[in-house]
């Protein structure tokens, strides 16, 4: 199995699509409740850098499409790089979100710990000469990322993005919120979870079959998300909505 050239650009402009999507609706809410509501920003944050990060992995893929492959690795290399930061920001900005409803007190003690994370793992790939390789007869990249820089990063993704699904989906299995702000829940919930699972899996099946999977799987959970989110929207004017729910998503 073959993957077109133009797949990876096409895979990670798609998603940056569906994230800005998304951050322009909540902001479209932020500004209608005054931009006081401090978890509405975080929440517009979250999405809106979640959308660059997915530029940042593109972009590189346009050397592929115009037949320089060998400026690809460099160029994917600090996609990388600016992409983990990128990562790192979102996922603050997702506890700061999840902290706010449950543990103020323990909201900077987390911002700590991601950014301390996220800037070992920052250090660990530039300080590791990694190359990135696109496998032209498959159509598919490996990262070949030094294995040190991994688990930084996926912890940063479980506080920060796993924590956050885990609140949307425990709200929507109790039941205490109805209707569509329940769909929501569910929606949000289960597509922050796929979208999480399934990025880490991309450095364990290295076949353009298993690659395809995961990103079907990735797309769909971002998508799942945006319907959450654009789709079923609450009735009540956004300060209200989470006043309502202070006691859960």
């Known amino acids: 199995m073959t993957l077109p050239i133009f ?7 798609l998603s940056g699509l569906i994230f800005f999507l998304i951050a322009l609706r909540l902001q479209k809410n932020y500004s209608k409740g005054g931009k006081t509501d401090i978890l509405l920003k975080s929440f517009t944050m979250i ?8 530029l940042s992995r593109g972009f590189p893929y346009i050397y592929v499409i115009l037949g320089k492959e060998e400026l690809f690795s460099q160029a994917m290399r600090y996609g990388y790089i600016i992409g983990n930061l990128l990562l790192t920001l979102t996922a ?16 900077k003690l987390g911002i700590g710990v991601i950014l301390f994370l996220g800037i070992i793992n920052i250090i660990i790939l530039i300080m590791t000469p990694f190359f990135p390789e696109y496998r032209v ?10 294995s040190i820089s991994e688990p930084p990063i996926v912890l940063v993704i479980l506080i920060g993005w ?7 989906l425990l709200e929507a299995i109790k039941g205490g919120i109805k209707g569509a702000l329940r769909t929501r829940a569910w929606l949000i919930g289960v597509g922050i979870l796929m979208a999480i699972i399934s990025g ?23 998508l799942l998300a945006a319907v959450g989110v654009l789709v ?15 006691g859960g998503v």
Do not use: C, R
């Not at 999405?47 to 997915?54: A, N």
């Not at 498959?138 to 990322?145: H, P, S, V």
């Not at 079923?232 to 202070?246: D, L, R, S, T």
């Open 232 to 246: 079923f929207k609450p009735k009540e004017e956004p300060k209200q909505f989470y006043e309502k729910v202070k």
């Open 47 to 54: 999405f809106f850098l979640w959308g660059v990060f997915e």
């Open 92 to 107: 603050i900005y997702g506890f700061m979100f999840s902290a706010s409803l449950y543990w103020p007190k323990k909201q």
């Open 7 to 13: 797949y990876g650009l096409f895979v990670y402009l």
């Open 137 to 146: 007869k498959e159509g598919i990249t490996l990262m070949n990322l030094p």
């Open 162 to 168: 796993g924590i956050l699904a885990i609140i949307f």
């Open 200 to 222: 880490p899996l991309h450095g364990i099946l290295k076949t353009a079959g298993g690659i395809l999977l995961l990103d079907v799987m990735s797309l769909t959970g971002k």
